[in-house]
């Protein structure tokens, strides 16, 4: 029977939903427009379920606060609805400073989309995008979307990048003006505690787009890890299905840590499976993906006696015979110089014209 009411209903629901987003748009305006002129804002930051990307933001607001900057924060799903109604513009001029990760090109093809409307939305900005991996698939559909991006790029006055890992780097520095080297920024924390008891194997493995391992060798991972620890094997993830608004984010990923610490290995092929092994100073184990985060970025940790890379599952068991037993203490004295060459370019770049804050 044909409800003649059910029109009336979904226009109303879809008023409804026009209400509640122009009435949050109207408070992220406010909020923009409320921040002290010379006040950063760190832009694209998660309220999404991927720990990796909270990781990041949170070592960065860390670094923020060693230099005793403010900021004020302006999430991905809040830059999407200023997208929306075209009001990127109203950060024009502002000191923006974009957070890093694996946004950048044609796997996350939306999160490239939104950070060339930003910089094309904000011609009077000064922008530093912090440490990102960068990948364009080798076709001529990815040429494509390379070389518009470098035009993008590269026709904003004040846009510094920031490479993660040497490959990421060289792109960069082949297409773009003004490219430096940082490590993924969650390596700037130290999350090592004291650990009473540590127990069993924890696979931590993608399952999303950059996931690049078959069926046979999961399995074969899986076998590898009972062979060494029987039935004291849980499987976790760097994912969370809910959101994460930014005041729970620290709460959340303390937890997560606090997991990472319970146990004897990590088996991993994601980026910050491998960094949150390393920053709580658990003993992991490395398999490679898609993307060249994870082999490049292991070249900032791989004097750690605790990690180790292998190019195949069947390697793991022999592999885990070299870290066995090492729980350590993370140490980056290493990268700090390149975290201080970064906190001299967002200080030469944002205030080279006031006073240090």
């Not at 409804?16 to 987003?21: A, D, G, K, M, P």
């Not at 709460?251 to 840590?257: G, P, Q, T």
């Not at 793991?316 to 004295?333: L, R, V």
Request: proline letters at 4%; one cysteine or more.
């Amino acid at each position: 029977m044909f409800d003649m009411l059910y029109p009336i209903r979904r226009l109303h629901g879809a008023l409804f939903e026009e209400s509640q987003r122009r009435k949050q748009l109207g408070e992220i305006i406010e909020k923009i427009k409320s921040t002290p002129d010379n006040d950063i804002l760190f832009v694209l930051t998660p309220t999404h379920g991927n720990l990796g990307d909270h990781a990041i933001a949170e070592a960065t607001s860390d670094l923020l606060h060693d230099m005793q900057i403010s900021y004020t924060e302006v999430t991905t799903s809040e830059l999407r609805l200023l997208s929306r109604y075209h009001k990127l513009k109203i950060m024009n001029g502002r000191p923006i400073l974009v957070n890093g990760g694996g946004n950048l090109g044609t796997l996350w093809p939306k999160v490239e989309k939104l950070f060339r409307e930003i910089i094309k939305s904000t011609p009077k900005s000064k922008i530093i995008c912090l440490p990102n991996t960068i990948y364009y698939e080798p076709s001529s559909a990815g040429n494509k979307e390379l070389q518009q991006s470098r035009k993008i790029y590269n026709a904003h006055e004040h846009l510094v990048l920031c490479a993660r890992e040497e490959q990421s780097f060289e792109l960069m520095q082949h297409n773009y003006r003004r490219v430096i080297l940082v490590p993924d920024m969650a390596l700037f924390m130290n999350k090592c505690a004291q650990v009473t008891e540590r127990t069993g194997c924890m696979l931590c493995l993608r399952n999303d787009i950059e996931r690049t391992r078959t069926e046979s060798e999961t399995k074969v991972i899986q076998e590898q890890a009972r062979k060494l620890f029987g039935t004291h094997v849980k499987v976790s993830d760097m994912n969370i299905r809910r959101t994460v608004p930014v005041t729970q984010r620290y709460s959340v990923l303390e937890e997560k840590f606090a997991e990472f610490r319970s146990v004897e290995l990590v088996i991993t092929d994601r980026l910050h499976g491998m960094i949150f092994s390393a920053v709580t100073g658990t003993p992991c184990i490395i398999l490679n993906s898609k993307s060249p985060k994870v082999k490049g970025c292991f070249h900032w940790i791989k004097a750690l006696d605790y990690m180790c890379f292998v190019d195949t599952p069947q390697a793991i068991t022999k592999a885990y015979e070299t870290i066995k037993g090492k729980f350590d203490g993370y140490h980056n004295s290493d990268l700090l110089p390149y975290y201080n060459m970064l906190k001299s370019e967002i200080h030469g770049c944002f205030f080279s014209n006031n006073e240090k804050r």
